[in-house]
């Protein structure tokens, strides 16, 4: 079964509001989760690093103001997209690495949650 | 700057044919290669992991190799199947555990 799990996995939100979504790792504590936003037909683009108990670290370009990552427990990190509009519609996809899990920490993905804001 | 860069871009291949994929990095220092399969709509699922000694691994009908000399991986993936329909993307982490994402190959299998 999956070892990381994204809530909500669709979500349709009028522009302007704000969606939150979830992360978590099912069986094993994620001291470092990833968020990535996927275009269509196009490869993931890492958006920042969260860690627990920390600040995220967002990638160039990445607003830490509209895209809230807390990370307050080894299992749940959640981004919040705050202010929503049309062109934040994507699909965006945590992942959490397990470095428990062999040296080379084995990295293991959400299924992703597609975003429509209308 | 550390780049993954993937061929094919996309490619149709008949069921129960053969086909390789290939991932050429710059990444430096390389820590580990990893290939992921990835279904429309759905999360990156790993096939392979491989560190800097590792030449092969597979999983499956899917073989992954590594050069760390030339810097080059390859996917192939044996007797395909309609489920390897999917886009498989080749992702290289640096000792830093920065990951560098390859743009993905879309594979269509047809019947």
């Known amino acids: 079964g999956a070892v990381v799990s994204q809530h909500p996995s669709r979500v349709i939100c009028k522009s302007g509001t704000s969606v939150k979504i979830e992360c978590r790792s099912l069986d094993f504590q994620a001291t470092t989760m990833f968020w990535y936003r996927q275009f269509p037909k196009q490869s993931l683009m890492l958006m920042a690093t969260?860690?627990?108990?920390?600040?995220?670290?967002?990638e160039q370009g990445v607003e830490k103001d509209k895209f809230l990552i807390n990370h307050a427990s080894l299992t749940l990190s959640t981004l919040t997209v705050t202010s929503a509009h049309p062109e934040d519609s994507s699909f965006y996809i945590c992942?959490?690495?397990?470095?428990?899990?062999?040296?080379?920490?084995?990295?293991?993905f959400g299924e992703g949650s597609r975003l429509t804001v209308l | 700057k550390n780049q993954v860069e993937q061929s094919p871009q996309s490619l149709i291949i008949l069921e129960g044919k053969n086909c390789t994929l290939q991932c050429n990095y710059t990444v430096s220092p390389f820590s580990n290669l990893r290939w992921y399969k990835q279904d429309t709509g759905r999360g990156p699922v790993s096939l392979t992991i491989?560190?800097?000694?590792?030449n092969t691994k597979s999983n499956g009908r899917y073989t992954a190799t590594l050069d760390a000399d030339t810097k080059q991986s390859s996917l192939h993936i044996t007797a395909s199947q309609l489920s390897d329909s999917a886009s498989y993307i080749c992702?290289?982490?640096?000792?830093?555990?920065?990951?560098?994402f390859g743009a993905g190959t879309t594979v269509t299998v047809r019947a």
């Open positions: 969260s860690n627990e108990g920390s600040k995220a670290t967002y």
């Open positions: 992942s959490a690495r397990a470095p428990e899990r062999g040296r080379t920490g084995e990295l293991f």
């Open positions: 491989m560190t800097f000694s590792e």
């Open positions: 992702v290289v982490s640096a000792g830093d555990y920065k990951l560098s």
